[in-house]
């Protein structure tokens, strides 16, 4: 199963939430990491991380977190749930929004 860390709070519907978690084992973390080694330990071996903007994803957390990679979301939208194929993000209403993705953490 798909592990997928959300590393602070976030504010979602019920549906947004038995979204994501129809996808894998979903750990989540209230408030902001405090420091670097707060986010690794939040990140632990998740394939998905969730976060905002706010928290800095630096190369060391990037290098740090190798079960993390990017790739194309296999999943249609957890937050349109259109279940658009060929690229959900690019159509997803939230995709430029401030509070972010529920996939890409963009």
């Given at each position: 199963m798909t592990k997928i860390a959300v590393?602070?709070?976030v504010t979602w519907t019920s549906?947004?939430?038995l979204r994501l978690k129809a996808l894998g084992n979903v750990r989540y973390s209230p408030g902001l990491p405090s420091s670097e080694?707060?986010?690794l330990a939040r990140i632990g071996d998740a394939q998905?991380?969730?976060?905002?903007t706010i928290v800095p994803f630096t190369g060391?957390?990037?290098e740090r977190s190798p079960r993390l990679g990017h790739s194309q979301p296999a999943q249609p939208?957890?937050?349109s749930g259109d279940g658009s194929a060929a690229d959900p993000c690019q159509r997803c209403?939230?995709?430029n929004r401030r509070d972010g993705c529920a996939v890409g953490g963009s």
């Open positions: 590393v602070h709070k549906d947004e939430w080694e707060e986010l998905i991380v969730i976060s905002a060391r957390v990037i939208c957890l937050v209403p939230r995709r």
